[in-house]
């Protein structure tokens, strides 16, 4: 048990450390530092619910200046938020969030933890979080990473009696309060016990701070209080510095954060656990010596410290590979001294690469490749201070070994290059969260040893076999893909594993109003050379489909095909899902890819099913020409062009120039006012295309940087709330059934509310000038009625709209009174 223990937390090790492109690369003073953590024994774990939760100014100083092993607990991936960056919304929006936080965590020196709870959207309460999300599968994930993760302290960011204002945050709170007790109490999750032992954190903290307020005044005069704002030489930064580079990873929420200096003070509040009196760790010795059998550890590399010349590291390597042998001796009955030794080995192996100056990269030339195909990779390694090393061997993908047995020149770049194939049973890349189908509150993941991680590990890996001064060393790295880009230099993405081919559908949603026959086209994309094969289709009941051909051949990798079939709706046709397939060489293969790529993170994808919803339902549509002003992004311009408008993207130069009474209607995406200063310089143009007869839909804004002074949005004053309906099936009154909005084209009853998705609406108006017309109510159950979710006011001939209602969820899901209802915004008639 105790061999199969060690095993199993050196692959939770290796797991945690997965994007790591080459060996590491430290300047001196992350050597420095990195001597100085070897001294350190302690860990802190922070929990939250969601990306962006996280106090970075607490994890960097946890973590660079205390040296502790730091990481952050986000119970969900943030997968129901809204996206400042681009049009990802649930699972992709989740993956996109996941990258940002692993991008914070490499700044800051955290490590990164995830539960299988699934972001389901805004919650108003923790009972209803819990119930969605399966409180018992949560809380033992959350045990799960404690038990592995051996905190000393576990700091909340949100307290358990719901000031932070989310059913989330108050029910990740709830959970880690129990979690403390639970992960070391044996009759709980007993099951985990076969992979990790019980552990006790010593005390839990409630980060605290004053709701609404920008400053960070204690709750109560009591708490601990810590002054994070402390400035290290080492790095050239205060700590509140670095964490504002942490935080401004998260892009998609649009967290941007200006670097501040100077005193930063952070409050604590105990929720359970030792007393403490004047600091968090007070009582719980962080050293070497918290151990009988360690105590000597911490003068050895005392004497390294003294012995460190930055401008020569290598003269401490031998004094290293005695304590790396020191650790190796280590008796790990005690687990904490088990635990410990791991972790240690693996810092001291990085400084050991970091000090010889050996550095050592395997890459493949292409960035993806199908099972069984072939590949060539290019290991790379130089050493490049002045020291004994050796490559013994290098360990490719078939366990094939390059034996060399090469001694390496001091700064001179070794090459291999390997011709190899992947194995023919090979596991298709994707987010491991994501292979198998979720309920709304929480992710299918069966494998315990994946529960926690933030990501796959790589999806192949190289092994270098080297000596350093005697110390025989085995570095895997992951199989990586680099290229260089002529804007941008050099650039790493992780290799893929993808099927021969995958096939994409033209749109995710095809409506149909009328029982007219229309096109539809299937890509397909060969992953390999040579694949041959067959498409194969599958409709919900009522509805014909014809296929012009349905074999393919492509020659080369990357080479594409598109096979087109006429789908046409019967009289008695069902709405759900079309289903592609391609059958290859007798197998059958369903995925299609979609590919998430920014700057701030790694490239992603996701494998998912081939398919596409078949809507049909009545929907009249008037006038053809509808304007779009770009927002934050959405799929709304690809909604309107399915149901037949013809929709021109309107941006800051056409807004100056072109003629908008051609538009039947202008609609903007959402928080557009959030991400466009220039739509104050066209307010007036808007205004007058409106009084002259046009339709102007606004969608949500946010009103953190928006305000009734600040921005004019519509023809009369009106303010943006923070007010919500976060119940995807709350009851919606029509307040005035005779307004126009209601019955042409369309007639809207309650039962076009019926089957939308996520929620209802967000940001609802506020202090509405009397000159708009509030049409609809809701509310979410137990709260007072809200008629902010959509108001319209006449203006001159035209009519201006401001909704809150989240068309940008319902139509990209097919939901047919979303559209019906959207269609009626578009075409309100002109006023007399």
């Known amino acids: 048990m105790k061999k199969l223990y060690c095993l199993l937390f050196t692959l939770w090790l290796i797991f945690q450390h997965a994007h790591a492109q080459t060996s590491p690369q430290l300047n001196s003073s992350e050597i420095l530092l990195g001597l100085e953590k070897l001294n350190t024994v302690g860990s802190v774990l922070y929990i939250a619910a969601h990306p962006d939760d996280e106090n970075t100014r607490l994890l960097s100083y946890y973590s660079k200046e205390k040296k502790l092993r730091t990481a952050y607990l986000s119970l969900t991936r943030g997968d129901g938020g809204q996206n400042l960056i681009g049009k990802e919304q649930g699972d992709a929006l989740g993956l996109l969030r996941t990258q940002e936080l692993l991008a914070a965590r490499r700044v800051d020196g955290s490590e990164q933890f995830f539960t299988r709870a699934n972001d389901f959207g805004f919650s108003k309460s923790p009972e209803e979080t819990l119930s969605k999300w399966n409180k018992d599968s949560i809380l033992a994930d959350v045990v799960w990473v404690i038990r592995n993760f051996r905190p000393d302290v576990i700091i909340c960011r949100f307290p358990t009696t719901g000031e932070g204002g989310h059913g989330h945050h108050t029910a990740s709170a709830i959970i880690a309060l129990e979690a403390f007790d639970a992960a070391a109490d044996p009759n709980r999750y007993p099951n985990q016990l076969s992979y990790v032992q019980i552990w006790q954190a010593r005390r839990i903290f409630w980060n605290t701070f004053n709701f609404g307020s920008s400053n960070n005044t204690p709750v109560s005069s009591d708490q601990l209080q810590l002054d994070v704002g402390v400035y290290n030489p080492l790095l050239g930064k205060s700590f509140v510095e670095l964490s504002a580079e942490s935080r401004s990873m998260h892009k998609s929420q649009g967290f941007g954060t200006a670097k501040a200096r ?14 403490a009196k004047s600091d968090l760790f007070e009582g719980i010795d962080l050293t070497w010596k918290r151990f009988a059998l360690t105590a000597s550890l911490e003068t050895k590399v005392n004497s390294i410290l003294k012995k460190y010349n930055p401008r020569i590291p290598e003269l401490i390597i031998d004094d290293l590979i005695v304590f790396y042998k020191q650790l190796l001796l280590l008796d790990e009955k005690d687990p904490s001294i088990a635990f410990w030794k791991k972790e240690k080995l693996k810092e001291t192996q990085n400084l050991l690469l970091a000090c010889s100056g050996l550095w050592m990269e395997a890459y493949a030339t292409e960035y993806a490749s199908a099972p069984g195909s072939p590949l060539q990779i290019n290991a790379q390694l130089i050493k490049r201070n002045n020291c ?43 987010p491991y969260w994501l292979n198998e189908k979720h309920t709304t509150g929480m992710f299918t993941v069966k494998q315990q040893l994946l529960i926690g991680k933030a990501e796959n590990n790589a999806a192949c890996n190289v092994t270098f076999y080297v000596t350093i001064n005697g110390l ?6 992951p199989l990586v893909y680099k290229y260089v880009d002529p804007a941008k230099g050099e650039l790493y993405r992780p ?66 095909a598109v096979i087109e079939a006429t789908i046409t709706p019967q009289e ?34 996701i494998l998912s099913d081939a398919e596409a919803e078949l809507i049909k339902f009545d929907l009249k549509k008037s006038g053809t020409n509808i304007g779009y002003i770009p927002g934050a992004g959405d799929e709304l311009p690809a909604c ?27 609609i903007t ?19 007058e295309y409106v009084k002259s007869g046009g339709n102007l839909i606004v969608q949500y804004n946010t009103n953190n940087r928006l305000g009734p002074l600040q921005s004019k949005i519509g023809p009369y004053p009106f303010s943006i709330t923070r007010s919500r309906v976060t119940n995807e099936d709350a009851e919606v009154k029509i307040l005035k059934p005779a307004h126009p909005v209601f019955n042409f084209p369309n007639v809207i009853s309650e039962k076009d509310f019926e089957n939308w998705v996520q929620e209802r609406g967000i940001y609802f108006a506020g202090d509405t000038d009397k000159n708009y017309e509030t049409l609809l109510s809701m509310s979410d159950p ?11 006011a006449k203006y001159g001939k035209g009519n201006f709209a401001y909704t809150g209602l989240v068309f940008f969820r319902e139509l990209p899901a097919g939901v047919p009174g979303a559209y019906r209802l959207l269609v009626n915004l578009l075409s309100l008639p002109k006023n007399k």
Not at 262 to 275: A, I, N, T
Not at 411 to 420: A, C, Q, V
Not at 647 to 659: G, P
Request: hydrophobic share 35%; proline share 4%.
């Open 472 to 477: 025989k060393l085995e570095i895997k790295l």
């Open 640 to 666: 309107l062009k399915e149901i037949g408008f013809s929709v021109t993207e309107l941006t800051d130069e056409l807004l100056s120039s072109e003629d908008l009474s051609k538009f039947n209607a202008i």
């Open 495 to 560: 290799f893929e594993v993808l099927p021969p081919a995958t096939v994409s559908i033209s749109e995710k949603v095809f409506v149909f109003s009328q029982p007219i026959s229309r096109t539809v086209s299937f890509i397909i994309k060969a992953n390999t050379d040579s694949v041959n094969g067959a498409i194969h289709l599958v409709a919900p009941p009522g509805w014909s489909l014809t296929l012009k051909k349905n074999d393919f051949t492509l020659a080369k990798k990357n080479d594409e």
């Open 262 to 275: 100077g005193e930063m003070p952070e409050h604590f509040k105990l929720m359970k656990g030792d007393s």
């Open 572 to 605: 008695n046709s069902s709405n759900g899902k079309l289903e592609a397939s391609l059958e290859i060489n007798g197998k059958t293969y369903t995925k299609s890819i979609r590919r998430i790529e920014y700057d701030h993170i790694p490239c992603q994808f």
């Open 388 to 430: 004994d090393v050796r490559l013994e061997k290098i360990n490719y993908l078939q366990l094939t070994d390059t034996l060399t047995n090469l001694v390496l020149n001091t700064n001179r770049l070794t090459t291999f290059k390997h011709i190899d194939s992947l194995p023919k049973i090979i596991p298709f890349s994707n």
């Open 669 to 687: 995406g959402i928080r557009a006012y959030n991400t466009s200063d220039r739509l104050q310089v066209h307010y007036n143009k808007l205004m």
């Open 782 to 792: 137990g709260e007072k009625a809200s008629e902010g979710s959509l108001i319209i």
